[in-house]
């Protein structure tokens, strides 16, 4: 590249580095300085990006993939969108085993991106040859050279964000952080930042975002699977149903659950009051801020920085719809999205 030409050499170096935000008006009857980690400034949008470049770099090192091979992984998500980004650009081919709950939308986007997509029914158990699971798995033991991602099992998932998100946020924070707040989903961002900023200073409170129908907080407090914790809720992302290996329960101070509508809410007032349009889980974890926020937890000297995940253009058919919300019995009596109709 001419070196008089300022220019990235492709879109993969633009990963990392998110700046923090200090957010103002959604939290200001709180003590405590509140900064918020904009995931969304990944070039594809999300924390995602983090783990994708990573796990295939690493696989690079190991000298398990090479030009041509390919990854495969079970989602419709942000970690299929990272993947496939990455894969364009290092000439992978991606597939992704994906359930046919997921709207046509998201399948259209990870297309666009050049993965390969399998639907997977979506009502047959995990153990059924057709599941997403079984699918994901039968292609990676067919296909030489190719690389499972599995996230929510997978060790690099917590090392991609030890190695980036965690040095990311103690330099930017001059090491002044008190609490880290972040939401868990395969608990990978939450552990892999938190065991740095704990290594760095072990006082450090990790406050993690679960979801009411997910089994992590009712986990981590009894180190119990308890199946009666588990219903159907909206968030993507947020929560599971089962408990992954890629969550660091030992690091995680405390947890709460925050619900769809109030976590719907928040996402709406964070770009009403400090003009972020963020994702869903933005909203959870800004919830669970102003949860933890009530229990006493911030003083007028806490640092605190909370992770938010993705970008909100993701959500319009969800979030930030009026239909969707009052669909749900959300009502938001702040936000009118009325057309407004222009008279000649
Ligand atoms: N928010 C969104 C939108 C996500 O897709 C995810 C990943 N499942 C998370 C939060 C949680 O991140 P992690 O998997 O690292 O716990």
């Given amino acids: 590249m001419r070196e008089d030409i300022q220019a990235y050499n492709n879109v993969l170096e633009l990963i990392g580095d998110t700046p923090l935000v200090k957010l103002n008006r959604i939290v200001e009857d709180f003590p405590g300085n509140f900064y918020a980690k904009i995931e969304s400034f990944n070039p594809g949008h999300s924390t995602k990006d983090r783990i994708a470049l990573y796990i295939i770099e690493e696989a690079e090192r190991q000298g398990i993939l090479k030009p041509g091979d390919t990854i495969i992984e079970t989602t419709s998500g942000n970690t299929g969108?990272?993947?496939?980004?990455?894969?364009?650009?290092?000439?992978?081919?991606?597939?992704?085993?994906?359930?046919?709950?997921?709207?046509?939308?998201?399948?259209?986007?990870?297309?666009?991106?050049?993965?390969k997509v399998y639907v997977c029914p979506a009502h047959v158990s995990a153990d059924d040859p057709r599941s997403y699971y079984q699918v994901a798995r039968r292609l990676h033991e067919e296909i030489k050279g190719s690389v499972y991602i599995n996230q929510y099992f997978n060790q690099l998932n917590i090392d991609a964000h030890y190695n980036s998100t965690g040095p990311e946020i103690w330099n930017q924070t001059n090491g002044k952080i008190t609490h880290l707040v972040a939401c868990c989903g395969t608990g990978g961002t939450i552990s892999g930042t938190a065991k740095y900023l704990k290594e760095q200073n072990n006082d450090i409170r990790i406050l993690g975002i679960d979801a009411y129908g997910s089994v992590l907080k009712k986990y981590h407090e009894t180190r119990e699977f308890d199946d009666k914790e588990i219903y159907p809720y909206r968030i993507e992302g947020l929560g599971k149903n089962l408990i992954p290996t890629a969550t660091d329960f030992d690091v995680i101070d405390q947890f709460e659950k925050v619900s769809d509508e109030d976590s719907a809410h928040t996402a709406r007032e964070l770009v009403?009051?400090?003009?972020?349009?963020?994702?869903?889980?933005?909203?959870?974890?800004?919830?669970?801020?102003?949860?933890?926020?009530?229990?006493?937890?911030?003083?007028?000297?806490?640092?605190?920085?909370?992770?938010?995940?993705?970008?909100?253009?993701?959500?319009?058919?969800?979030?930030?719809?009026?239909?969707?919300?009052?669909?749900?019995?959300?009502?938001?009596?702040n936000h009118e999205l009325e057309d407004i109709k222009v008279q000649f």
């Avoid at 992978?92 to 046919?100: F, G, M, N, P």
């Avoid at 800004?286 to 806490?302: C, H, M, P, Y």
């Fill in 81 to 115: 969108f990272s993947l496939a980004m990455v894969s364009v650009i290092k000439g992978y081919e991606c597939i992704l085993a994906v359930s046919s709950k997921s709207s046509k939308d998201k399948i259209a986007m990870l297309k666009n991106m050049g993965a």
């Fill in 272 to 333: 009403r009051k400090e003009g972020l349009f963020l994702g869903y889980t933005s909203g959870a974890a800004v919830q669970g801020i102003k949860q933890f926020a009530a229990l006493g937890e911030f003083t007028e000297d806490s640092n605190i920085v909370v992770i938010l995940p993705d970008h909100g253009s993701r959500y319009m058919s969800k979030v930030f719809s009026d239909d969707w919300m009052m669909e749900q019995g959300f009502s938001d009596s």
